[in-house]
């Protein structure tokens, strides 16, 4: 249902827990700057979960869901009193700051970020959400695939703000990880002729190597071995690593980045592992190579669809396990989302 711009959206799937910033708020309680005080799972004090929710299917950060309005303006179109099935963009932000007015609304600092506290998140079968940040899905596109545009969003991001081309060579850090391999995906889609991907779990990294990478190199987390590590990851690409897509964000991962990136080259941060880091700027700099930093997403949902419904990004194998709406099953989501192993991407089903 529809009210001021907004609409109620009832859940039916989204794309749930194998999202690393909810799965560091389970354990920990905390990222980066961003903490929770405190948090009841059997009480109200904070709604965890999904920035996002879907109809027949709920994720922590990525919501697809069947939304019921009236009287209302969706992208454009007017709708009265249909169901729609839509995937939902789960950052709100001010719409009148310097940033947004610059188009840059993902640096709003008065965003309210599904999951992000204090915000609650869209564990619930019900939200209220911005109409104008509710896209709506092409019949043939599945309701989890709508529930992966969230973490396909930094994917997306990431390669435009990197500038991506049928001309960059990528290196992928981390990228064993939903979002190494979103990233891989979108570079691939964005026409890179080469891409070697870099992680430190050898069955993580098997099953990425199914994707579609020219090369893979297992590392270690030992600081020491950065030199000899960059070594083997140039040899792999064989040529000149244009740009270096860091999804970890250790001081180790940044290391190897920068050491391993061709003079003229571009690091992009996308991990948010180290609040502080102690790097090599100082080399890097005289290489000229550039550090890029991302903050989630902008104007990605578009694209996203267009990406996946024509089947371009198959994001379908990234899908690994799914759970009920239980108390029960949404822990146990959780748990099996943050021991990683196998698990990807982590779909609740209302």
């Known amino acids: 249902m529809q009210s001021d711009g907004n609409f109620v959206l009832y859940g039916r799937e989204s794309c749930s827990c194998r999202r690393e910033d909810d799965t560091v708020f389970w354990s920990s309680g905390a990222m980066g700057s961003y903490a929770l005080i405190l948090l009841r799972r ?18 922590l950060h990525t919501i ?10 969706m992208n454009g179109a007017r709708l009265q009193n249909v ?14 700051c310097f940033h947004c007015k610059g188009g840059s609304y993902n640096l709003c600092p ?20 911005p109409a ?16 992966m545009c969230e973490p396909l969003s930094v994917g997306v991001h990431a390669c435009r703000c990197a500038n991506v081309s049928a001309e960059t060579t990528v290196l992928i850090l981390g990228a064993a990880g939903p979002i190494g391999l979103v990233t891989m995906l979108t570079a691939r889609s964005f026409g890179a002729p080469k891409i070697v991907l870099v992680d430190v779990d050898s069955h993580r990294l098997s099953v990425a190597k199914k994707l579609g990478p020219d ?8 600081t020491e071995d950065v030199n000899n590590e960059v070594a083997q990851i140039q040899e792999a690409m064989g040529v000149g690593i244009d740009v270096t897509f860091d999804c970890v964000g250790f001081s180790k ?8 990136t061709t003079s003229g080259g571009k690091v992009c941060l996308v991990g948010m592992g180290h609040n502080e880091m102690k790097v090599p700027l100082t080399p890097a700099a005289a290489r000229e190579v550039d550090i890029v930093g991302i903050f989630r997403y902008k104007n990605t949902w578009p694209l996203c669809i267009d990406l996946i ?25 959780f748990e099996t989302s943050a021991k990683g192993s196998d698990a990807i991407k982590v779909m609740l089903n209302l």
Do not use: Y
């Open 110 to 129: 008065d965003m309210k970020f599904f999951a992000t506290p204090p915000i609650h998140g869209s564990l619930a079968d019900q939200v209220v959400h």
């Open 309 to 333: 419904n024509p089947g371009k990004i198959d994001v379908k194998p990234l899908i690994t396990h799914r759970f009920g709406f239980s108390q029960d099953e949404v822990e146990k989501a």
């Open 64 to 73: 697809m869901v069947q939304m019921v309005q009236r009287q209302s303006m």
């Open 42 to 59: 059997n009480g109200n004090v904070a709604i965890f979960g999904p920035s996002s929710f879907s109809i027949r299917n709920t994720q």
């Open 253 to 260: 991962t940044m290391t190897t980045a920068l050491t391993a």
């Open 83 to 96: 169901i729609k099935r839509v995937a939902m963009e789960p950052g709100i932000s001010c719409w009148h």
């Open 215 to 222: 090369a893979v190199v297992q590392v270690s987390t030992n």
């Open 132 to 147: 104008d940040l509710c896209f709506k899905l092409p019949e043939n596109m599945s309701l989890e695939e709508g529930a």
